[in-house]
């Protein structure tokens, strides 16, 4: 048996140098994404960061980002858990106060029902919150 390393011969190969030429592809930007769903951040000729994305990833952050990093850190030393499940970010978010008030801005298809809240319904994460006595 032939190690194929070993068939290297000292003539170059041409049209295998090891480099990609993707330029003679599709571009991906020519394309309209299959769904838009209004959480595309790749920007485009024309569009902007917006100045709540802007500030924060140049490290200034506005009071309701920061009390949002506040509660996610003391979430964490709380619970011991360095990363939390996308369901312990909705417990935290729903405890700072925040409710589902106003229609979605997002499009999730077909296969998520919107709908909307009272501004003072109750988190109803904890058993105290929803109410439910043990």
């Not at 490290?59 to 979430?75: P, T």
């Not at 312990?88 to 409710?99: A, F, H, I, Q, S």
């Amino acid at each position: 048996m032939t190690d194929p390393a070993d068939d290297q011969s000292d003539q170059p190969n041409p049209g295998n140098d090891g480099v990609v030429d993707r330029r003679g592809g599709l571009d991906r930007r020519d394309f309209e994404p299959a769904s838009t769903t209004n959480l595309e951040r790749r920007r485009g000729p024309g569009r902007r960061l917006t100045d709540f994305i802007k500030t924060a990833e140049e490290g200034e952050m506005n009071r309701e980002q920061y009390s949002f990093l506040l509660a996610i850190e003391a979430f964490k030393r709380v619970n011991g858990k360095n990363f939390p499940s996308w369901t312990d970010v909705l417990e935290v978010v729903r405890k700072l106060g925040y409710r589902k008030t106003m229609a979605s801005e997002i499009n999730l298809g077909t296969r998520s029902q919107d709908w909307t809240e009272h501004p003072d319904a109750p988190s109803n994460v904890t058993k105290e919150a929803s109410g439910e006595v043990e």
